[in-house]
């Protein structure tokens, strides 16, 4: 009778705890709102197969898909069809493999397995001004823009003497490496060429407690080495302290190269996304009706916003296609591609390109 009574009792608890955790499921899932206007709530599903009946991996990727998913329905809203396409890749390796950047909280409202597949449903709290902003960078990734070969040039010195050393060079090298583009010593053959001066002098060792104090002024002006286009300047003084002379005038260089260097890159790639211009170098032209006809031609491609001649002479022009889209190495494809006239090209840089009418 006592065991009759106890497992009655037991069924009924069971009974009791199984809705109260199904009663505090469903509440949680509801419980998941945007918290403010930079947020937004979706729903997501994800499935992954089961490999060797390994139950539990299959759930976490079939999580972390559901999590990628939600993602992709926020960036689907907040980004045209034509960006999307384009930015596919980088938009995978950059933000739907990281979600846990960009989702707030989530819950799991069903998770079930349906043949070799597990699926796992979630409601998520997305962090979409944060997407907003990667998105935004992205626009910006150097390798969209033809991945412009970076070169340097800067000049130091330290008291009034010429310097070998490269502190501010090294620092805004890392800098620009940081912002994905392409660093190279070769200055003959960059794309975009930073010169500069950074210039260190004593200032003080008074009232220091024994630290020696430097001023530096560091400018540096970047430029498209094609067009000799100036893109940006910046220019900075600042102080550094430390123990000794050298040390404190390495300290007062640094310390301008940092500062330079926190926008330094993202100003050049926006000078170049919104001014990307392309120098196109054509030889074998017979006339200057020949290229009245090949401008008006590349005119016509999509990704051409317009072309201008700068020069012409002994059968060779020199045409600036400013661009609404891609770069030099799509354009060249498609001016191969052109059925109105036949042109070989003999080089493709970032913002250059020669060819040849045939």
């Not at 950059?94 to 043949?115: A, C, F, M, V």
Request: net charge neutral.
């Amino acid at each position: 009778m006592i065991n009759k009574s106890f497992s009655l009792l037991l069924a009924v608890y069971c009974c009791l705890l199984t809705y109260v955790l199904i009663g505090c499921a469903s509440t949680a899932s509801h419980k998941i709102k945007a918290t403010a206007p930079n947020t937004e709530v979706v729903e997501a599903e994800g499935m992954a197969p089961i490999t060797n009946n390994d139950i539990n991996g299959a759930k976490k990727t079939s999580l972390h898909e559901a999590m990628k998913n939600a993602l992709g329905l926020v960036i689907g809203v907040y980004v045209s069809q034509e960006a999307l396409v384009s930015k596919a890749m980088l938009i995978e390796d950059n933000i739907t493999s990281q979600t846990e950047g960009y989702i707030e909280k989530y819950d799991i409202l069903k998770e079930w397995r349906e043949g070799e597949f597990y699926k796992t449903k979630i409601k998520a709290l997305v962090r979409k001004e944060d997407l907003s902003a990667k998105l935004k960078t992205l626009d910006l990734e150097p390798k969209k823009l033809g991945n412009p070969l970076v070169a340097f040039n800067i000049d130091e010195s330290i008291d009034g003497k010429s310097s070998e050393t490269k502190y501010s060079e090294s620092e805004l090298k890392n800098k620009f490496v940081e912002a994905g583009f392409v660093v190279s010593d070769d200055v003959k053959n960059s794309d975009i060429l930073i010169n500069g001066k950074a210039d260190s002098n004593f200032n003080t060792d008074q009232g220091l407690g024994g630290m020696i104090s430097y001023r530096a002024s560091v400018s540096c002006k970047a430029i498209k080495t094609g067009s000799n286009d100036v893109i940006t300047t910046f220019e900075e003084t600042v102080g550094g302290v430390d123990v000794t002379k050298m040390a404190a005038a390495k300290a007062a260089i640094l310390n301008g190269a940092k500062k330079i260097g926190q926008n330094f890159p993202s100003t050049v790639l926006r000078f170049l996304k919104e001014r990307s211009t392309v120098r196109l170098t054509i030889s074998n032209i017979e006339s200057i009706n020949k290229l009245n006809d090949f401008v008006r031609s590349v005119r016509s491609l999509i990704e051409v916003r317009d072309c201008f001649v700068r020069n012409y002479s002994n059968n060779v022009a020199s045409v600036d296609l400013d661009l609404k889209r891609g770069s030099a190495s799509d354009i060249a494809k498609r001016l191969e591609q052109n059925q109105n006239f036949s042109l070989k090209i003999a080089k493709i840089g970032a913002y250059d390109i020669e060819a040849e009418l045939k």
